[in-house]
């Protein structure tokens, strides 16, 4: 096809289906001269051994409507090139066998109904009719999803290929990079054999081979590759023509029909990592040896499934790698450290599924600079750096294999690579027994309190009573929150207020002193990111961010700094945050030897000295009681917290503190708030200045102008025993209206409590129905907190 250009606008790395479809939806966008490189031959990594199975139906409404566009996509393809995709809809049937597994199906319908995708619970009867080789002597009960089906990858990319060639675009085989060019902080070019291509952007889609390749632009792209296993055998009697998908979590098993007999797959319960130099440059096309005594147990369930399978010929047990994230969701958008450099990868087996829809959000994340709508769950910049270790990839990876057919137990956690990052105050929520979950790579405190090894389960948990406990303190004493592991960005220079003034739509211009909560808006009027930021002098600016968003929002602040002098850096190690709340606050503060707190008003800030170290309180609540955010160096957090314990402040937990958010009505970023909604329809815009001046002014005016009434609702449900988990689908009349986004037993005020997204605004007092697992639960509708509605508690000052 020709020599390699002198410059490309887009570099797409990688022949694979994300690469493909990637550079497909570049040239649908106009980006004529983006290329593709690939080292060997186009799907030669891990496509063309795909099962490539399409389940419509994800634990997101995103990631659903991803998977949705890549059918529709496969299907306009065959259309637009005449190239075959091997689109098979023959349904897939999820059978349970145990009492758990059929809440867990059962969740994932109402999900279907939620998103909008059909689904129906069955009995065991018909899903042995359905499934005649099956043995149903255990089942319990079935969800027959009649739109799933698989494709042949090797063909979507072919069609894809087909497609992009005929919009201009040109594809160079054996052609591997063997260098990213960089200039101040940007993408310039990338090196091969061939010649160097100047650029100004890679699409990384690398597969197996992406945390290499990454290196070469000095990035972190934590992916490790993990060894997958299908058996494929003869015709068996009884296969005939093509048959629906059977999904057996339980047995860990995908089982289909394949050329007359089966492909039996296994997500197995630890999977076999992959180390370094096994997957050479040279490997195109390749498998990895059968390891028949790794696939034993789960042979073992197959036989028990399928019984025809004693005494059917075995054509291959297939050995192909498959590359897995260290949280089981594959990355997507520019990263945090190289301008230009975009990530697609680390598909988590479900690359095929998956591509066309990813491929098309990476595409407008290049060309457009944002994806078509919020993916933060995939973010590349989600990870931090310790992920990459290898060491803590080879733990973690393999665990993250086996939980694609577990039960989604609420509170469950991941066993590997944990500790990787304590606070300050390790050592004391160990001796008040605490029980710790992983966010970020942080150990957070859940709750406290000897509790056996809780069991896993859909019902009332069994930390319910120490939650009530910890809740209890806050409500009708005090209790101390660990806040440290929040991200911490300090803003210093002549044009602080200005440059915040740009960047965020809240009132930032406040006198110092104050605290101020704030959005950071992109240019549609939608959320990248909601903070407090606290000005300590008219020059300085401390903002308090998510625990995982601190590189994702560094990284856009740093990008929107140029013209102002300001200096921007990471504190989050620095600064410990104790946040003392309930009504006994005022009396422990005074104990503790900071009596000039208690004169501080709602949402100012304030220093004083606790246990003779020096602090800085801010007047809030993130739980609906009186209280500050106490932040201290974080070498004398333990003192201090030692201090406000003597004073009888004991300590909480982040189940307790959800609860009480979820009752205050106080909104979270990946919950409520996201790229696809603005402050107007969540009820936040009496926090944006209506003068606007800051990115996503215009586009949030319009969405003002538009008449849009608040759909954020709280809800309280009659049933005491309901236990909501999030996304359960809202209905009035039948009809699903909205999802539940939080979700906890409200322990102040005596009821599970709930926060939704509604598709248009309900009245203060309007009953509807929650399907929690296809039952019905009555809960009532509340605009606004179903605790404390005027914030008294908090002592808040109505202006």
Same mark, same amino acid.
């Not at 027959?144 to 799933?148: E, H, I, K, L, T």
């Given at each position: 096809m020709g020599g390699l250009p002198a410059h490309a606008s887009v570099v797409v790395i990688g022949g694979g289906i994300m690469g493909?479809?990637?550079?497909?939806h570049l040239a649908k966008l106009g980006v004529g001269d983006a290329i593709l490189l690939e080292r060997n031959k186009l799907t030669s990594g891990t496509t063309w051994h795909s099962a490539a199975q399409v389940r419509a139906l994800r634990h997101s409404r995103n990631l659903t409507?991803?998977?949705?566009?890549?059918?529709?996509?496969?299907?306009? !393809?065959?259309? *637009?090139?005449?190239?075959?995709?091997?689109w098979i809809q023959k349904g897939s049937l999820s059978i349970a066998t145990n009492p758990d597994r059929l809440t867990h199906i059962r969740r994932q319908e109402a999900l279907a109904h939620a998103y909008g995708i059909e689904a129906h619970s069955i009995g065991a009867d018909e899903a042995k009719e359905r499934w005649p080789l099956m043995n149903a002597g255990d089942v319990l009960g079935a969800v027959?999803?009649?739109?799933?089906g698989r494709v042949s990858p090797s063909d979507v990319c072919s069609a894809l290929v087909k497609a992009a060639k005929g919009l201009g675009v040109k594809f160079f085989e054996g052609t591997g990079v063997t260098g990213i060019l960089k200039k101040n902080g940007r993408i310039a070019g990338v090196e091969t054999a061939k010649g160097t291509v100047m650029c100004d952007a890679v699409a990384l889609c690398a597969g197996l081979w992406s945390r290499e390749a990454?290196?070469?632009?000095?990035?972190?792209?934590?992916? !490790?590759?993990? *060894?997958?296993?299908?058996?494929l055998t003869k015709p068996i009697e009884g296969v005939k023509g093509n048959i629906p998908t059977l999904s057996d979590h339980d047995g860990r098993l995908y089982i289909r029909d394949d050329g007359g007999g089966l492909l039996v797959g296994c997500f197995e319960p630890i999977g076999k990592p992959?180390?370094?130099?096994?997957?050479?440059?040279?490997?195109?096309?390749?498998?990895?040896?059968?390891?028949?005594?790794h696939f034993e147990p789960m042979m073992m369930n197959a036989l028990h499934r399928i019984p025809a399978l004693e005494h059917a010929e075995v054509k291959m047990l297939l050995n192909g790698p498959e590359a897995f994230t260290p949280d089981g969701t594959f990355m997507l958008g520019e990263t945090a450290g190289t301008r230009g450099l975009f990530l697609g990868c680390g598909m988590n087996s479900v690359g095929v599924a998956s591509g066309g829809g990813a491929g098309m959000n990476l595409a407008h994340c290049i060309a457009r600079g944002h994806a078509a709508y919020d993916l933060s769950e995939?973010?590349?910049?989600?990870f931090a750096p310790v992920f990459d270790s290898l060491e803590h990839l080879m733990d973690r990876v393999p665990e993250i294999l086996g939980t694609h057919y577990e039960i989604a137990y609420p509170g469950k956690q991941l066993a590997s690579a944990r500790g990787l990052r304590v606070g300050p105050l390790d050592a004391a929520h160990r001796g008040a027994a605490a029980h710790f979950g992983q966010f970020h790579d942080w150990e957070r405190p859940l709750y406290f309190g000897k509790v056996a090894e809780p069991r896993m389960t859909f019902g009332r948990p069994d930390w319910f009573e120490n939650v009530a406990a910890e809740v209890g303190a806050a409500h009708g004493a005090a209790a101390v929150f660990d806040a440290s592991p929040l991200g911490k960005i300090e803003v210093e220079g002549p044009d602080a207020e200005a440059f915040l003034l740009r960047v965020c739509s809240g009132h930032v211009n406040r006198a110092p002193g104050s605290v101020i909560y704030t959005a950071m808006l992109n240019e549609r009027g939608t959320f990248e990111s909601d903070l407090t930021a606290q000005r300590i002098a008219a020059n300085h600016y401390r903002l308090f961010v998510g625990t995982s968003a601190v590189a994702r929002d560094l990284s856009r602040l740093r990008r929107h700094s140029a013209g102002f002098d300001v200096a921007l850096s990471d504190s989050t190690e620095k600064y410990a945050v104790l946040c003392l709340m309930g009504p006994e606050s005022s009396r422990v503060a005074t104990e503790c030897g900071a009596p000039e707190l208690n004169g501080l008003g709602y949402f100012r800030v304030g220093t004083a000295r606790i246990a003779n170290k020096h602090v800085r309180a801010a007047r809030l609540s993130y739980v609906g009681e009186a209280g500050w955010e106490i932040t201290c160096l974080s070498g004398d957090a333990s003192a201090i917290h030692r201090a406000l314990a003597a004073a009888g402040a004991r300590p909480a937990g982040l189940f307790a503190q959800t609860s009480m958010r979820i009752e205050k009505g106080f909104l979270a970023m990946g919950h409520e708030l996201d790229g696809d909604v603005t402050p107007v329809e969540t009820g936040l815009d009496f926090a944006t200045r209506k003068s606007g001046g800051f990115i996503g002014a215009e586009a949030l005016s319009e969405r003002r102008a538009s008449g849009v009434e608040r759909l954020v609702v709280s809800l309280t449900y009659d049933d005491g025993m309901a236990v909501p988990l999030g996304h359960e689908p809202i209905l009035i009349d039948g009809r699903v209206v909205g999802r539940t986004s939080s979700c906890s037993f409200g322990h102040r005020v005596g009821k599970p409590v709930a926060l939704g997204l509604v598709n248009s605004a309900l009245g203060d007092g309007a009953r509807v129905k929650v399907d929690v697992a296809r039952r019905l639960f009555d809960a009532a509708v509340t605009l606004g907190p179903v605790f404390d509605p005027d914030g008294s508690r908090m002592g808040v000052e109505r202006r």
């Open positions: 493909c479809s990637t550079l497909y409507r991803m998977i949705r566009y890549s059918v529709d996509l496969y299907s306009r !393809l065959e259309e *637009e090139t005449g190239q075959s995709v091997g027959w999803s009649p739109d799933d990454g290196a070469m632009a000095g990035e972190r792209v934590p992916v !490790l590759a993990c *060894e997958h296993f299908y058996l992959i180390g370094p130099g096994v997957l050479g440059e040279t490997f195109e096309f390749g498998l990895l040896p059968e390891d028949w005594d995939a973010d590349a910049k989600r």
